[in-house]
């Protein structure tokens, strides 16, 4: 059987490092996998870029205009939507036309269009599409946030300068959604309950099954090391306790910078013996903006590819926190947990899946700063910490393995490839 995975990028997103570990698992259980990119970073073979660079940045910036245009010429949201209304025909290329199964990830920002995303479904491949957020689901959002207009057709779309109207880019995307699902049968796929039972809602997936599969990772990669190796590995002090929070992009809104700041600074409040006590390391782009607002010593870090170098900065942690305000399936905390390291997080999207509360970290109340610090302090002080790190392992080694996840995918594969005969 051959597989063709497509996704945007090959290392940057999440969706991008679950593609590829998908990819890598499928391999070692004997399936012909290869990975569809626009934008390449490694020299895998088994990752195949899209060609003509500059035509490719051209479709994302027209893409852009479009979206610009609608928002009044305003910058509003300007990377938050995506409407497909361009992008790259694939099924000319030879991974496409010898594929079994074509596999759809995140494709956005000028890697596939409706139109030719229709021309795929048109060619009677079996095709599975996991979806990473909401936005195969929604007219032009990735996260509908507290607006439900998804449900039945977008409309007054938030994400717009001015709240949008009623016939507005959310709406005619969504049209336009609706005319290309209408009579094809898509295999989705939700990383997490809480994405499945939120897509379901939708009048788009109608008549279409979703399945529930969680990412994979390379548990004999991403698992416990000893403490002090670690840190020294990472030039990190070995006396006392480090919390470790990362995003990409550090001050960005979504991933809870705002929130991460005020915890600490309740948290120096409340338990000012930690002040000397309790080091933050701040892992990804701008990390530094970190240094002067926290109460804590700061150690940034630049944001890390090397899967490696990511296991020993893990493995330097006591606690791993993300006070992400939107999320589905965070890849991060599952590279926590398989490392040993209770996590933190908000009671949103399918965090509570991952963090069992208080058995292998705590799950806090959504946008409280001061029950995120609670958890903080919880889990630093908690006397059966070493109970905490081997639930954490033992919940990823049993949930979401290589192993696991490709065995759950192969059944899919075989499934609708049946059915497609």
């Given at each position: 059987?051959?597989?063709?995975l497509?996704n945007t990028s090959e290392?940057?997103?999440g969706?991008?490092v679950?593609a590829?570990?998908?990819?890598e698992?499928?391999t070692?259980?004997?399936v012909?996998?290869?990975?569809?990119?626009?934008d390449k970073?490694?020299?895998a073979?088994s990752?195949?870029p899209?060609k003509?660079?500059?035509r490719?940045?051209?479709?994302?910036?027209?893409?852009r205009i479009?979206?610009?245009?609608?928002?009044?010429?305003?910058?509003?949201?300007l990377?938050a939507v995506?409407?497909?209304?361009?992008?790259?025909?694939v099924?000319p290329l030879?991974e496409?036309r010898?594929?079994?199964?074509?596999h759809?990830?995140?494709?956005n920002?000028?890697?596939?269009s409706l139109?030719?995303?229709d021309?795929i479904?048109?060619?009677g491949k079996?095709v599975?599409?996991?979806?990473?957020?909401?936005?195969?689901a929604?007219?032009i959002c990735h996260?509908?946030?507290q607006?439900?207009?998804?449900?039945t057709g977008?409309?007054?779309?938030p994400?717009l300068?001015g709240?949008g109207?009623?016939h507005?880019l959310?709406?005619r995307?969504?049209?336009r959604k609706l005319?290309?699902y209408?009579g094809?049968?898509i295999?989705?796929v939700a990383?997490?309950?809480w994405?499945?039972?939120?897509v379901?809602?939708?009048?788009l997936l109608?008549?279409q099954?979703?399945t529930?599969?969680?990412?994979p990772?390379n548990?004999?990669?991403f698992?416990?090391?000893n403490k002090?190796e670690?840190?020294?590995?990472?030039?990190?002090p070995?006396a006392?306790r480090l919390?470790l929070f990362?995003?990409?992009?550090?001050?960005?809104k979504?991933?809870g910078f705002d929130?991460?700041v005020?915890?600490?600074?309740?948290?120096?409040?409340?338990?000012?013996?930690?002040?000397?006590?309790?080091g933050?390391?701040v892992l990804?782009n701008?990390?530094r903006?970190l240094?002067?607002l926290?109460?804590f010593?700061v150690?940034?870090?630049?944001?890390?590819?090397?899967?490696?170098?990511?296991?020993?900065?893990?493995n330097?942690?006591?606690?791993?926190v993300?006070p992400?305000?939107e999320?589905?399936?965070?890849?991060?905390?599952m590279?926590a947990?398989?490392c040993?390291?209770?996590?933190?997080g908000f009671?949103t999207?399918?965090?509570?899946?991952?963090?069992?509360?208080?058995?292998?970290?705590?799950?806090a109340?959504?946008?409280?700063?001061?029950?995120?610090?609670?958890?903080?302090f919880?889990l630093?002080?908690?006397?059966?910490?070493t109970?905490?790190s081997?639930?954490a392992?033992?919940?990823v080694?049993?949930?979401?393995?290589?192993?696991?996840?490709a065995?759950?995918?192969?059944?899919l594969?075989n499934?609708?490839?049946?059915s497609?005969a």
């Amino acid at each position: 059987m051959r597989i063709l995975l497509i996704n945007t990028s090959e290392r940057i997103g999440g969706a991008a490092v679950a593609a590829v570990r998908l990819m890598e698992a499928l391999t070692a259980n004997g399936v012909k996998a290869k990975l569809l990119v626009r934008d390449k970073q490694t020299e895998a073979i088994s990752v195949v870029p899209l060609k003509g660079s500059w035509r490719l940045m051209w479709k994302f910036v027209w893409e852009r205009i479009v979206i610009w245009r609608a928002n009044h010429f305003k910058k509003h949201q300007l990377f938050a939507v995506d409407i497909a209304n361009t992008g790259t025909d694939v099924t000319p290329l030879p991974e496409f036309r010898e594929a079994d199964v074509v596999h759809l990830h995140w494709i956005n920002q000028g890697m596939l269009s409706l139109k030719q995303i229709d021309k795929i479904l048109a060619s009677g491949k079996p095709v599975v599409w996991t979806m990473h957020d909401m936005w195969a689901a929604t007219g032009i959002c990735h996260h509908a946030r507290q607006c439900d207009r998804y449900v039945t057709g977008c409309h007054h779309c938030p994400y717009l300068y001015g709240g949008g109207g009623k016939h507005d880019l959310a709406y005619r995307t969504y049209r336009r959604k609706l005319k290309l699902y209408k009579g094809r049968k898509i295999h989705f796929v939700a990383c997490s309950q809480w994405l499945k039972t939120e897509v379901e809602k939708s009048l788009l997936l109608a008549g279409q099954s979703v399945t529930v599969i969680p990412n994979p990772i390379n548990t004999r990669l991403f698992r416990p090391m000893n403490k002090q190796e670690a840190r020294r590995a990472c030039q990190l002090p070995e006396a006392g306790r480090l919390l470790l929070f990362g995003s990409v992009k550090i001050t960005d809104k979504r991933k809870g910078f705002d929130y991460m700041v005020e915890s600490c600074q309740l948290l120096a409040e409340q338990h000012p013996e930690l002040t000397d006590r309790l080091g933050v390391i701040v892992l990804g782009n701008q990390s530094r903006r970190l240094e002067n607002l926290l109460p804590f010593k700061v150690y940034p870090m630049d944001f890390v590819i090397d899967e490696h170098r990511l296991v020993e900065i893990y493995n330097a942690a006591d606690l791993y926190v993300t006070p992400s305000l939107e999320e589905n399936l965070p890849n991060t905390i599952m590279e926590a947990m398989a490392c040993g390291v209770p996590c933190v997080g908000f009671r949103t999207g399918g965090i509570p899946e991952m963090i069992d509360h208080e058995q292998n970290g705590y799950v806090a109340d959504y946008r409280s700063a001061e029950d995120f610090a609670r958890g903080i302090f919880s889990l630093l002080t908690a006397p059966d910490y070493t109970a905490l790190s081997e639930q954490a392992c033992r919940k990823v080694s049993t949930h979401y393995s290589e192993q696991a996840v490709a065995k759950r995918y192969i059944e899919l594969y075989n499934q609708i490839s049946g059915s497609h005969a």
